[in-house]
């Protein structure tokens, strides 16, 4: 196994932890300090931290020009392979020079993949908004209230954990309040919603799940908050023109709960099918904890693979998205981590044959959902170890024909959210990090070390990052003008043109950071 060396090359006005470049800090620190009284509204906790645009075009314009497209659903695709596939401005030479060009702040927890779609941002948070935001400057364009679910022994009632999928200029996702929503993208009116389940304390349904649209309907995975009460886990059929639900897959067996289904359902255009990963439930139901194959028209159950019982671990279940991926022969397989800490390969014609193989990813509960890119699979982990070392997170590169690990890269925290791949970077955020990879050798080639955690997945798209955090903010990763062709660094850096008010900002929170 190839061990990277963790080296992490930044550029001074991406970092908020103390090893930013000392000179750089302690000069625009003595600034702030002069100057933070008439300055308040740059201060920490003061809200919405958003760059006019008359500054962004004096100081830090976009180079997305150059390249990237829209990232409009979870993990980019149907098929959820999780890779921006026409960014070109971005790459392992040009992404140290990745700045922070705002940030947002919601009202609460942010758990979804932040979508972009033309000049917006979409997330949503549990405060229980839907929100969107200005590509350019990071100001609110709308916010829609969808709902809230209590219980489950959170102190906070949940918002939306639906990532939205765009699709003609509507959103579509499960609110945090039962029902299917379509919201106009555009000013973020309802346009229709369905009801999916009972969110109540006493019932526990909650929408972890995105959507999934395919062929004019929109699959939703069922689960309950925290299996606590359960409920009967399943999928929805949508039908989008007539808003019903036309067809529902229970699967727990009659009579009995479980066997939610946690992930969102992938299409696979090779088999012409829908897979699914379901949850936990009674040990005597031949669909709780397994792989399931769907037919798209009937969610008829085509195969299906469950862990046998006694390999099962207290709170086991598979709660990621099951992804499309193919070996270096061709062969069609289907990967999703288990919470026993084990990443699975099914072939996709017949996941009844079960699995080809399985490795061990972490010593903890999985959550992070796979990126198929580059002929390779990126998955996160929580807790694992490497060699001796127990560390607290990490990404793996794994080759699919075989299982083998390829490479993997600590990370300070668990990494929680999905990969995102990007013209040979691998984005993923654990613990209080946003990192950047090299997708060939699991070297670190950008970090941005925050005041927050993550746990959701961050986004590329038109030449930028994307990414939210546990405490509601919404951060955006763009590289300055003439910076794109490599890595700049001492006094060039310091006395590039950039904002004043911009960089006073961002400097605030480092020095915040380090004291």
């Known amino acids: 196994m190839q061990q990277p060396h963790r080296t992490v090359v930044c550029h001074a006005a991406n970092r908020r932890a103390p090893n930013v470049r000392t000179s750089r800090v302690l000069l625009v620190a003595s600034v702030v300090v002069a100057t933070a009284l008439a300055l308040p509204s740059l201060l920490p906790g003061s809200g919405t931290t958003a760059v006019p645009t008359s500054t962004i075009a004096q100081g830090t314009a976009l180079s997305s020009s150059t390249g990237g497209s829209d990232w409009t659903m979870y993990m980019s695709s149907v098929t959820h392979t999780g890779i921006e596939a026409h960014e070109s401005a971005l790459s392992a030479a040009t992404a140290p020079n990745l700045t922070e060009l705002w940030n947002f702040t919601t009202g609460g927890r942010i758990v979804e993949q932040p979508v972009v779609v033309g000049g917006s941002v979409y997330i949503g948070s549990w405060d229980g908004n839907e929100y969107s935001v200005s590509l350019s400057n990071g100001s609110l364009q709308w916010k829609t209230y969808v709902g809230q679910t209590a219980g489950c022994g ?6 939306p954990a639906s990532t939205a999928e765009d699709l003609n200029g509507t959103l579509y996702f499960t609110g945090g309040d039962g029902y299917f929503y379509a919201l106009d993208a555009a000013n973020g009116s309802v346009e229709w919603r369905t009801f999916l389940m009972n969110n109540s304390p006493t019932v526990g349904f909650y929408g972890w799940a995105s959507a999934m649209i395919h062929n004019g309907a929109a699959y939703v995975g069922l689960a309950s908050g ?86 099962r671990v207290p709170d086991g279940d598979f709660g990621t998205t099951p992804v499309p991926v193919v070996t270096a022969k061709g062969v069609p397989l289907v990967v999703a981590a288990n919470k026993d800490g084990i990443l699975f390969a099914f072939n996709r014609t017949n996941l009844g044959l079960g699995p080809l193989w399985a490795t061990r990813i972490s010593t903890g509960p999985t959550f992070s959902s796979a990126s198929f890119a580059k002929g390779m699979i990126f998955v996160g982990s929580t807790a694992t170890t490497k060699g001796t ?52 050798s699991g070297a670190v080639v950008w970090s941005y070390i925050t005041n927050t955690t993550f746990q959701g997945a961050p986004s590329f798209a038109h ?24 890595h700049t660094s001492g006094l060039a850096s310091l006395l590039e043109p950039i904002s004043l008010a911009r960089e006073l900002g961002l400097a605030t929170r480092r020095v915040v950071s380090v004291l």
């Not at 959170?154 to 918002?159: A, H, I, L, S």
């Not at 639900?245 to 066997?259: E, F, H, M, N, Y």
């Open 226 to 311: 925290c299996s606590n009460p359960n409920i009967v886990g399943g999928v929805a059929k949508i039908r989008l023109s007539n808003h019903t639900i036309v067809q529902r897959l229970d699967t727990a067996p009659p009579g009995t709960l479980g066997a939610d289904v946690w992930g969102t359902p992938t299409w696979d255009p090779v088999t012409s099918s829908i897979f699914i990963s379901t949850g936990n439930g009674p040990i005597n139901n031949s669909l709780d904890e397994g792989q399931l194959q769907l037919n798209p028209k009937t969610l008829a159950i085509e195969s299906n693979w469950t862990v046998p019982v006694a390999l």
């Open 389 to 440: 070392q127990t560390i607290n997170g990490s990404v793996r590169a794994i080759r699919p024909g075989t299982g083998k690990v390829l490479w993997e890269t600590p990370m300070p925290g668990a990494v929680f959210g999905s990969i995102s791949s990007a013209n040979g970077l691998i984005a993923t955020a654990g613990g209080d990090e946003i990192a950047l990879l090299n997708a060939t």
């Open 463 to 486: 030449g930028m990052l994307f990414e939210g955090g546990v405490d509601g903010t919404l951060f955006a990763f763009a590289l300055p003008a003439g910076h794109g062709k490599g």
């Open 154 to 159: 959170f102190t906070v009632p949940r918002g």
